[in-house]
């Protein structure tokens, strides 16, 4: 069975920085892996995957060039590594499992999800 436990978050001023991090157990190095974000009265958006290699990543347009998605499968660890965030950046992040090898965009594609860690960017 697989468990993901989130960690990382927390309180930041606009324009900083924060690096998510995600401990994986059961399968990992096969499995695409994605983070997504739900603010409140909000549905869970996507935010930005990575496929099992590592070789390919997807990132929803609003974080792009300023947040970051790796892996080290070795490790079973994904992270996201988010810079110059914005109030709007605002939201609970869920690291997630997908079904798949590849990086998907869908929160359908996606059987395993972490409990999500609270990110606060103040303006």
């Known amino acids: 069975q697989v468990q993901l436990v989130e960690s990382g978050g927390g309180l930041v001023q606009a324009g900083g920085s924060l690096r998510l991090s995600c401990a994986a157990s059961g399968l990992f190095s096969n499995t695409g892996m994605g983070w997504f974000r739900q603010a409140p009265g909000k549905e869970r958006e996507f935010v930005a995957a990575?496929?099992?290699?590592?070789?390919?990543?997807y990132y929803t347009n609003s974080v792009k060039g300023r947040f970051t998605i790796s892996r080290d499968n070795p490790k079973n660890t994904v992270s996201l590594q988010m810079n110059s965030l914005k109030p709007e950046d605002t939201a609970v992040y869920y690291c997630a499992a997908s079904k798949y090898y590849t990086a998907r965009i869908n929160t359908a594609d996606y059987n395993y999800w972490g409990q999500g860690t609270q990110v606060t960017v103040s303006s």
């Open positions: 990575i496929a099992g290699s590592g070789g390919s990543t």
